[in-house]
C-alpha cells in the first residue's frame, strides 16, 4: 500500500508563487507517472501537470509557462512549482503516483490566491 502526503499549499496573492510537494511512501515499485491535479469549487477535477517515465512531462494549456513539476527519486516526492499564480488557479490540488499495482492519491491541499 502507498501512502501519499501533499504539503505546501496555503493562501497567496496574484502574481505569487507556492511550491508544492507530495512525497509517497509504502510499497513503492516501478514508478510509471506522478501528477498533478486540480479541483476547483463546483468544478471537476482538471489534470495539472504529468511526469511520466523518462522524463517526459505534460501540462494544461492553463499554466504552460508558470508551473512546472519535477521529482526527487531518492525522496519519492513530486514536486509543483507555481509562478505568476492566479485567481482562477484556486483550488485543492491533489498528486497521484501511478505505479505497477495501480494509482494512489494524496488528500489534497488548498492554494488559494486572492489579494
Known amino acids: 500500500q502507498v501512502q501519499i502526503v501533499e504539503s505546501g499549499g496555503g493562501l497567496v496573492q496574484p502574481g505569487g508563487s507556492l511550491r508544492l510537494s507530495c512525497a509517497a511512501s509504502g510499497s513503492i515499485f516501478s514508478i510509471h507517472a506522478m501528477g498533478w491535479y486540480r479541483q476547483a469549487p463546483g468544478k471537476q477535477r482538471e489534470r495539472v501537470a504529468v511526469?511520466?517515465?523518462?522524463?517526459?512531462?505534460n501540462y494544461a494549456d492553463s499554466v504552460k509557462g508558470r508551473f512546472t513539476i519535477s521529482r526527487n527519486n531518492a525522496k519519492n516526492t513530486v514536486y509543483l512549482q507555481m509562478n505568476s499564480l492566479k485567481p482562477e488557479d484556486t483550488a485543492v490540488y491533489y498528486c497521484?503516483?501511478?505505479?505497477?499495482?495501480?494509482?494512489?492519491w494524496g488528500q489534497g491541499t488548498q492554494v488559494t490566491v486572492s489579494s
Open positions: 511526469l511520466a517515465s523518462g522524463d517526459n512531462t
Open positions: 497521484n503516483f501511478v505505479t505497477m499495482t495501480g494509482t494512489s
